[in-house]
């Protein structure tokens, strides 16, 4: 009812005061919204770097792997175990495998893709015939990195490098095949995972999803989550990040190439993970400045009421008396009301008296009148 009368004619004294409180507090909310999208902004930018940082640096250390395969594959060629393929073979790879942490597994393969020795148990039955690398090592004669595969044995992402390993007269006589398991993903996966619960992606050339890891731990590529047309997307793209929406999800990918094993390094923020946090804080920090704000209003609407609005009222209530023909009376306010009230209470009294003056006095004399006599009668 209130504000529909605000709306149909003259404002009330008291919902002027409150828009008055309302209009100043608007610039600051005003300001507040602005900070908010500015943080949006700012936190989109650093998740967009983070996430580069991290799809380089794992393609960093990915890069390192395949140099320290090639070093120990370079320096076992040349052991005599190997090049003659004597029964401490098989002891020399285990040893070798249980000090380098980062392969999964050490093969010496013949010209068949049969093992020879390895430093893995019950692997004699197993054959590299059909991979593509050990092929590209027979027909080159050089060392070769494959793109990122499943390990038959560990059943887990690893990239394997062959070397040749050729007899005196320069034929290849076997083959040395060094696995390097992919474990730098899951150290990736818990930085990932920490700042934004992400995930990190390993996507071979054909656009296969090789491995998903969400935190440490082992990973499969039957873990959902990525859709073949995301997968492809991201084997495209040609900036080091891109923004996909998938089933109403929007997510940011910082994205790395690797040439040599054919792997494209992907890792993943969701867009509503990285705002979150801000809006919430931003709900939370809003809730209390609206509290603060209608304490304010309510603060300044009581200050009015003892100020400004009881003496508006009184002098309204005498102005209202006047009109009923009581003469005589006068305003009287509170010492707590506005100065500027004072004033007009002091105006209006000197009115009233002026309006006694010629209601009971005579204007050629000067002496008091019939009404002045029935109003001293009635009184």
Same mark, same amino acid.
């Given at each position: ?6 709306q149909r ?10 828009a ?17 999208n ?8 650093e998740?967009?770097d983070?996430?580069q ?12 792997l395949?140099?320290?395969?090639r070093?120990?594959a370079?320096?076992?060629?040349h052991?005599?175990a ?28 013949n010209t ?14 197993l ?35 062959a070397?040749p ?5 320069g034929?290849?006589? @076997? !083959? *040395?095949?060094?696995?390097a398991e #992919? $474990?730098?993903?899951s150290?990736?996966?818990? +930085?990932?995972?920490?700042?934004? %619960?992400g995930?990190v992606?390993?996507?071979n ?14 990973a ?21 990040v ?15 190439h ?18 979150g ?21 309510g ?7 003892? @100020? !400004? *609005?009881?003496?508006?009222?009184? #002098? $309204?209530?005498?102005?209202?008396r006047?009109? +009923?023909?009581?003469?005589?009376? %006068? ?11 004072h004033?007009l209470a ?10 006694e003056?010629?209601?009971y006095?005579?204007?050629l ?15």
């Amino acid at each position: 009812m209130a504000m529909a009368g605000f709306q149909r004619g003259p404002a009330r004294l008291r919902w002027l005061l409150v828009a008055i409180v309302a209009l100043a507090a608007l610039p600051v909310f005003a300001l507040y919204l602005a900070r908010l999208n500015t943080s949006n902004e700012r936190a989109l930018m650093e998740a967009r770097d983070f996430a580069q940082l991290l799809a380089r640096s794992g393609a960093t250390q990915q890069q390192n792997l395949v140099v320290n395969a090639r070093g120990l594959a370079e320096a076992l060629r040349h052991v005599p175990a190997l090049q003659h393929h004597s029964a401490d073979c098989k002891t020399l790879l285990s040893e070798v495998n249980a000090k380098t942490v980062w392969a999964s597994s050490l093969f010496l393969l013949n010209t068949k893709g049969a093992p020879i020795c390895s430093s893995r148990t019950g692997s004699q039955r197993l054959n590299f015939s059909d991979r593509q690398y050990f092929k590209d090592a027979m027909q080159t004669g050089e060392f070769v990195v494959s793109e990122a595969i499943i390990g038959r044995i560990t059943k887990q992402p690893v990239v394997a490098t062959a070397l040749p390993v050729k007899n005196a007269i320069g034929e290849i006589a @076997s !083959v *040395l095949v060094i696995g390097a398991e #992919l $474990n730098w993903i899951s150290a990736l996966a818990d +930085a990932v995972y920490e700042r934004y %619960r992400g995930s990190v992606l390993a996507i071979n050339a054909e656009g296969g999803l090789i491995s998903r890891h969400q935190r440490s731990g082992r990973a499969s590529i039957s873990e959902a989550g990525t859709s073949d047309d995301t997968l492809k997307k991201l084997l495209q793209a040609r900036t080091p990040v891109v923004e996909i929406e998938e089933d109403g999800v929007t997510r940011i990918f910082g994205l790395a190439h690797l040439k040599d094993t054919q792997l494209t390094v992907a890792v993943a923020f969701d867009r509503e993970a990285v705002l979150g946090p801000i809006r919430h804080a931003f709900l939370v920090d809003l809730l209390w400045l609206l509290l603060v704000a209608a304490g304010s209003a309510g603060l300044a609407l009581t200050v009015a009421e003892f @100020s !400004v *609005l009881r003496g508006v009222r009184t #002098l $309204n209530n005498t102005a209202l008396r006047l009109k +009923a023909g009581r003469m005589g009376t %006068r305003v009287t306010l509170s010492p707590r009301v506005a100065t500027e009230l004072h004033e007009l209470a002091a105006s209006f009294n000197s009115m009233i008296a002026e309006f006694e003056r010629l209601a009971y006095l005579d204007r050629l004399t000067g002496l008091p009148n019939r009404r002045f006599l029935e109003r001293q009668m009635l009184t």
